[in-house]
């Protein structure tokens, strides 16, 4: 049979943001239908480096290759080894904590839930990453995500009535659940709006909130679990603000303020 020659070199120095480069050239190279390979160089040689996810987990790590296809079609192991590469490493999860990517050649859909205050080693609210959607008042590297904190001065100075006036302003929310409530602290879920098309546990949007009593001040996030990217857009599909507007729905109940300049939201699509 005819062979072709692959040299492709991978440094483990790469920066995340070259992730989707690899996707795409291993990709390219299932669709060459890869066969055994014939010959493998690295730093460390690896006689047992014969099939081919060997091949495309040793790519991701870095190494250079030499390997050899024939003409005949790509079979359905090379293409599912080569679309089971995105990991928590990806680009489209840069930025975010538990995630789990599932990736076809049209879009890459990632859902990560461990961003909650639970998984966070400081007990603070996480940011929002690039690669998500929402808005959080944690999320000072970025500022489109970032949404200032709430005074619930104008309707009383005492902390334990305004948390309950919030609570009473959640479980009044259309689609939102509270799951987890202390004195100080509310986990709630709502249905993704956009994009539309998820569903189940990952098709959900997490609210928490957060009392600052010695400041008069309630912090919050909220943010889609799931981000979808189209090929071959770098950005997830917008969720055309669904978050921010539940959100400011939920203080213009209160008639609390925003102690900073309002966040407009996304223009994205």
């Known amino acids: 049979p005819h ?15 070259t992730m989707a480069f690899k996707r795409h050239l291993l990709l390219l190279l299932g669709l060459l239908s890869l ?30 290759w030499i390997g050899c296809s024939s003409t005949e079609p790509a079979s359905a192991a090379a293409i599912a080894a080569v679309q089971a590469v995105p990991t928590n490493l990806a680009a489209t999860s840069a930025g975010r904590r538990g995630c789990n990517t599932v990736t076809d050649p049209s879009r890459t859909i990632v859902t990560c839930r461990g961003e909650l205050v639970e998984f966070s080693k400081d007990g603070r609210l996480s940011g929002i990453s690039a690669t998500a959607n929402g808005v959080s008042t944690s999320a000072i590297k970025n500022p489109s ?66 009392l600052r009593p010695e400041d008069n001040l309630v912090l919050y996030r909220s943010a889609s679990r799931t981000s979808v990217f189209i090929y071959p857009l770098t950005q997830p599909v917008s969720d055309r603000n669904a978050n921010l507007k539940r959100l400011e729905q939920i203080r213009d109940s209160l008639g609390w303020e925003e102690l900073g300049y309002r966040q407009e939201g996304s223009k994205m699509i």
């Open 3 to 17: 062979c072709f020659i692959y040299s492709v070199v991978i440094p483990h120095q790469l920066h995340r943001s």
């Open 35 to 64: 066969s055994t390979v014939a010959v493998a160089y690295s730093a460390n040689p690896n006689p047992k480096l014969s099939s081919r996810r060997a091949l495309v987990s040793s790519l991701i790590g870095g190494a250079a």
């Open 145 to 210: 995500r970032f949404s200032p904190p709430w005074t619930y001065l104008t309707e009383t100075s005492d902390a334990n009535v305004a948390w309950r006036s919030l609570v009473n302003a959640v479980n009044a929310s259309p689609g939102v659940e509270i799951v987890k409530l202390s004195d100080s602290y509310l986990h709630a879920t709502a249905p993704t709006l956009s994009p539309p098309g998820l569903s189940g546990d990952s098709g959900m949007d997490d609210l928490e909130f957060v």
